[in-house]
């Protein structure tokens, strides 16, 4: 595709519920990572994917906080009984990954805003 | 970790003046920093990297700085536009690693 994708755009959920938050990179790009970012902030990073592989999760909040990308492309970041401070931007980035130095350009999603009531 | 801190928050410039926002970076073995641009609503967008091997590089009117020996870098953008205005973010990624960790961004203002 064009770019990275992400979806939904605005998800507004009710204190205790499950979400579900997609993202599909750029073709071709190996890499794979999940940030969060708060309004005013820089983005948070939460975990990284190498084709399927979760290569560092060091970042997720806590174990109501998953990610999967099971055939090495889309990726779906589980948030499980959300609470209110889960509320925030959540953004998917993809780099094509190889050894080639030029390689390691980050490029950002639009991001899913989600809102926890 | 590596911990990233950006100075100043916000910075208010006339149009044509220069700009300059400053990143520390707390790791040495630290080795690539980029610079994104975030506009209003938008997505952060990549607009210049520099890396330890370098001291200086330029792209048209903006710059970017390293002094590793200080463990810090600093971008410039000379002859600002009101639509260089945005959020810019300094990032430091460490030899090895694949993530970036980010500073808390800088709001330029460019008044015309």
């Known amino acids: 595709g064009a770019g990275v994708s992400q979806s939904p755009r605005y998800k507004v959920t009710k204190r205790g519920q499950d979400v579900a938050l997609r993202c599909d990179p750029i073709s071709g790009h190996v890499s794979l990572y999940w940030y969060r970012q708060a309004l005013g902030q820089g983005p948070e990073f939460l975990t990284y994917f190498n084709y399927e592989a979760q290569q560092d999760k060091s970042g997720l909040p806590n174990d109501r906080f998953s990610a999967e990308r099971p055939e090495g492309s889309i990726s779906t970041l589980t948030i499980q009984r959300t609470e209110q401070r889960d509320s925030a931007m959540y953004r998917c980035?993809?780099?094509?990954?190889?050894?080639?130095?030029?390689?390691?350009?980050?490029?950002f999603g639009s991001g899913t805003q989600l809102s926890v009531l | 970790g590596e911990n990233v801190e950006q100075h100043p928050s916000t910075l208010s410039v006339q149009e044509g003046d220069s700009a300059v926002i400053k990143c520390t970076y707390s790791?040495?073995?630290?080795?690539?920093f980029p610079w994104y641009k975030q506009e209003l609503g938008k997505r952060p967008q990549l607009i210049i990297d520099i890396r330890s091997n370098v001291g200086e590089k330029k792209d048209q009117r903006i710059a970017v700085t390293l002094n590793k020996t200080a463990k810090h870098f600093s971008l410039h953008i000379t002859e600002t536009q009101p639509e260089d205005s945005a959020v810019y973010f300094c990032?430091?990624?460490?030899?090895?690693?694949?993530?970036?960790?980010f500073g808390k961004g800088t709001m330029l203002l460019v008044s015309p």
């Open positions: 790791d040495s073995a630290s080795n690539y």
């Open positions: 990032a430091a990624r460490r030899s090895g690693y694949s993530t970036l960790t």
């Open positions: 980035a993809s780099s094509l990954g190889s050894s080639d130095r030029e390689d390691e350009k980050l490029f």
